[in-house]
């Protein structure tokens, strides 16, 4: 059984959501990420989403694309943030660790190598931003080979019709971005998100973690009521940026006290 898996049955044996957490490998330097995504799991992050800096992030909004930009230019790299997660393994052998990013850094390592080297540095699974259902074939069989999911995203333009094209490949837990737009702008009303949730549940029983919008422990537990997880990435960032690791970990408390309370 995947940590992925088991974090979920875990969960829902406590009838509560994930809080779902993401911070940008190399931010704002590599020994501050490194005391942050250590510090995350007995903050209350559930699972963790570590960005891969890109130099062309097109998904993400202002906050993710600085972030991403200080990483590099502290050194961030591919290599490192397989790094990041080894020195991780070495204290938690437990957290899910997803990586989020974009094709062309794998493309360049080569889709079976990366695959391989990421699951032997501890990763569960990727999310591929910009790698389309139609394209997935080049990189899904060996995340397979090497025991890692292929956590894909959906979109409120999703619809019944696109969404068994999207799931084919999707293992590990489904991603909802509940806004048209880029990480970090607006926020999707609870209604909605319960709607699409309810849509991409006739098409698959994985669980579905919504992102993109929330920023609040109110939002999130409005979330973690009507999904399995609530993912917040643009406001932690955001705080880290500006308030440093501290404040970063106090925020995300501060989250999973929302979530562990949204149901009861």
């Known amino acids: 059984?995947?940590?992925?898996?088991?974090?979920?049955d875990q969960?829902?044996?406590?009838n509560r959501a994930a809080l779902v957490t993401f911070i940008m490998a190399g931010d704002p330097d590599?020994?501050?990420?490194?005391?942050?995504?250590n510090g995350l799991p007995a903050a209350g992050a559930d699972l963790i989403e570590l960005g891969m800096p890109f130099t062309d992030p097109m998904a993400d909004g202002l906050a993710i694309q600085l972030a991403g930009q200080r990483a590099l230019a502290a050194g961030g790299s591919l290599k490192a943030t397989l790094e990041l997660v080894a020195a991780f393994r070495k204290t938690d052998q437990e957290t899910p660790i997803i990586l989020m990013g974009y094709y062309n850094p794998i493309y360049a390592w080569g889709p079976e190598k990366f695959a391989a080297d990421a699951a032997l540095a501890g990763v569960d699974g990727l999310i591929i931003v910009d790698l389309p259902p139609e394209e997935a074939g080049e990189l899904v069989p060996y995340l397979r080979a090497a025991a890692m999911d292929?956590?894909?995203?959906?979109?409120p333009t999703s619809d019944?019709?696109?969404?068994?094209?999207?799931l084919a490949n999707a293992s590990g837990f489904v991603y909802y971005v509940s806004i048209a737009g880029v990480t970090g702008t607006g926020s999707a009303t609870q209604t909605a998100i319960a709607e699409a949730v309810a849509r991409i549940h006739r098409h698959t029983d994985l669980p579905v973690c919504v992102g993109f919008g929330i920023r609040t422990p109110d939002q999130a537990a409005e979330v973690a009521r009507a999904a399995e997880?609530?993912?917040?990435?643009?406001?932690?960032v955001s705080v880290l940026a500006e308030q440093g690791p501290a404040q970063a970990l106090a925020l995300v408390e501060s989250l999973a006290a929302g979530v562990r309370a949204?149901?009861?």
């Open 1 to 8: 059984m995947s940590r992925i898996q088991k974090r979920f």
């Open 11 to 14: 969960l829902k044996a406590e």
């Open 30 to 37: 590599r020994a501050a990420c490194q005391a942050v995504l």
């Open 150 to 155: 292929f956590i894909v995203l959906t979109t």
């Open 160 to 166: 019944d019709s696109r969404l068994p094209v999207v």
């Open 229 to 236: 997880g609530a993912v917040v990435g643009s406001a932690i």
């Open 262 to 264: 949204a149901r009861k």
